[in-house]
């Protein structure tokens, strides 16, 4: 059952589009990334109505510079076809990380985001995508009141559900991206759970129907991959808590290496792909799309060695800008092939 409230149109203006956007069929693979951009904040203030919103942003415009130009750099290195990032301020700051793309790389991103209700944080998510990939709509689902009498669910408010298509020699496929960012600390867990079990809901049609759906993000989850089951958090948004496994996801992280799937500074991982099953099947009748491979890509946040907690939380702007890490996350990268 799905219960979205907000669609918009997401395609770039066609005098905004190239020809390649526009009729170009030349990709054989899709490149989907998450990344927590921690703290994703411009040096302006003037937007920001918390105290913390205000605290955490660059503390001066060369160190904006600095911070967005370098997320940059990293992102062009990977070249992800679609980015779904958590921690940014707003749209503005995705806009303002598409041009130096453009600028410094000759990378062309368009940007999707949307206010989400984190009035403490002032925390949203949103998405970066790139040719040949077109984004079709831009989607917040509700919470509504019927379930929320039900106190099985709890609301999830940083979340954006993008639809997108590729086109390819064999075709076009049309691809479903939930990018979520749950609540974080280990006494949070029931609430997650709760949260977990909305992000399902939203989605689970969708997947029984056999569409490619992809949910990832920033899970926030003390679950480790290999101990994960139906009653933890990660369980509960990959549809095991139900009894029918056509709404049930596949979690790609368990593919990394045990050793590999550190996506956090402390060692945590938090930050999952999941995908439906329709992704790990190659249909026989036709070009589809088929997961690949899966990385953690911690060269793209770490620079030089990696901080130390205190270096990174309490010293940040103090560590020369060669040594400072981009974030406290790690990007997570699944790649899919036309078969």
């Not at 066609?14 to 054989?28: C, Y």
């Not at 979520?180 to 689970?204: C, D, G, K, N, Y």
């Not at 205190?310 to 996350?329: I, M, Y």
């Given at each position: ?243 029918e496994v056509g709404d049930d996801l596949v979690d790609l992280n368990l593919k990394l290496e045990e050793s590999d799937r550190r996506t956090h500074l402390l060692g945590g991982q938090y930050d999952r792909i999941f995908c439906s099953s329709s992704l790990l099947k190659d249909d026989p009748s036709r070009p589809d799309l088929v997961f690949q491979k899966i990385e953690v890509r911690r060269d793209l946040a770490i620079r030089g060695r990696p ?33």
């Open positions: 059952m799905s219960c979205s409230v907000t669609i918009c149109s997401a395609q770039p203006a066609a005098d905004q589009r190239d020809a390649h956007t526009l009729g170009r069929a030349d990709t054989e693979s899709l490149t989907v990334m998450t990344w927590n951009l921690e703290w994703f904040y411009d040096d302006y203030q003037g937007d920001n109505y918390s105290d913390l919103g205000k605290e955490k942003s660059a503390p001066d415009r060369q160190s904006w510079d600095w911070r967005r130009d370098a997320i940059a750099a990293s992102i062009a290195r990977a070249s992800p076809t679609i980015a779904a990032v958590q921690e940014v301020e707003n749209r503005r700051v995705l806009w303002y990380l598409s041009r130096a793309l453009a600028r410094n790389h000759k990378a062309e991103y368009h940007e999707l985001g949307a206010e989400g209700r984190d009035f403490f944080t002032e925390q949203d998510v949103g998405f970066l995508y790139r040719p040949p990939v077109d984004a079709l709509s831009v989607i917040q689902s509700a919470y509504p009141k019927r379930l929320r009498s039900t106190n099985q669910y709890y609301d999830v408010t940083k979340h954006l559900m993008g639809v997108f298509e590729i086109q390819h020699a064999g075709g076009l496929e049309r691809i479903l991206l939930m990018n979520v960012h749950l609540r974080s600390t280990p006494e949070a867990e029931s609430l997650r759970i709760r949260q977990a079990r909305l992000v399902h809901l939203w989605i689970a049609q969708q997947v029984r129907a056999g569409e490619n759906v992809i949910l990832l993000g920033d899970f926030n989850t003390e679950v480790r991959e290999e101990s994960s089951d139906a009653r933890s958090d990660v369980g509960v948004a990959r549809g095991l808590e139900t009894s901080d130390t907690a205190d270096e990174h939380w309490e010293n940040f702007w103090q560590l020369h800008s060669s040594e400072r890490d981009l974030s406290d996350h790690y990007p997570v990268i699944a790649t899919f092939d036309v078969r």
